[in-house]
């Protein structure tokens, strides 16, 4: 069964910046790729971007040059660096693998 724990959330000021990691089990984590996604207040959740198993990454442009995406295979974990935040960055965040969901990991920039 795989499942991933996200961490690192947490209340930023805008131009702020937070990592969230996701750790997986119970999967060839160097196999697959992983994706993330937030959700924010009354919207539907969206896609931020991805890294493949090749460690190529893609990212939605509302985050081009905030936002970095990074895996390491040996700790089957993947990361989101996220910089100069800003408060429409607020919303809960998500990763993806294999299909299966992280529980979430909120994330507020606010002053």
Wanted: hydrophobic share 30%.
């Amino acid at each position: 069964q795989v499942q991933l724990v996200e961490s690192g959330g947490g209340l930023v000021q805008p131009g702020g910046s937070l990592t969230l990691s996701c750790v997986v089990s119970g999967s060839f984590f160097n196999q697959y790729g992983m994706s993330w996604y937030r959700q924010a207040p009354g919207k539907q959740r969206e896609v931020v971007g991805g890294i493949a198993s090749s460690g190529h990454t893609y990212l939605v442009d509302s985050v081009k040059g905030r936002f970095t995406i990074s895996r390491d295979d040996a700790k089957n974990t993947a990361y989101l660096q996220m910089n100069s935040l800003e408060p429409g960055d607020t919303a809960v965040y998500y990763c993806n693998h294999r299909e299966s969901w992280g529980q979430g990991t909120q994330v507020t920039v606010s002053s």
